[in-house]
């Protein structure tokens, strides 16, 4: 997606900055507090879901990338056996 939009941008005209501000302290700085800023807005969308009993958070080591870590962490979060179990609160599935 992110290659498409360059494109889009591209071809209207619109020159790509360039420059360090990427790498500065600053800026790394804020692009953190952004990050969690918007993860715990997120948790809080999904906490004050209608129904939301539970709050999962499934994560997934050891994967050769990002994108098969989510796979793996989606096809866990969407098992409605998982979600059975969770919600009845099965001993058996308690975290270490």
């Not at 879901?49 to 866990?76: L, S």
Request: charged share 25%.
């Amino acid at each position: 997606m992110r290659h498409q939009h360059e494109r889009y941008r591209a071809a209207a005209g619109e020159r790509r900055i360039q420059g360090s501000h990427q790498r500065r302290p600053a800026y790394e700085a804020f692009v953190a507090e952004l990050t969690d800023l918007c993860t715990d807005l997120a948790h809080n969308i999904v906490r004050d879901g209608e129904g939301a009993t539970k709050f999962i958070t499934v994560r997934v080591t050891g994967a050769p990338d990002e994108a098969a870590a989510h796979a793996v962490a989606n096809t866990i979060a969407i098992s409605p056996l998982v979600k059975t179990a969770f919600y009845g609160g099965d001993a058996n599935w308690a975290a270490s």
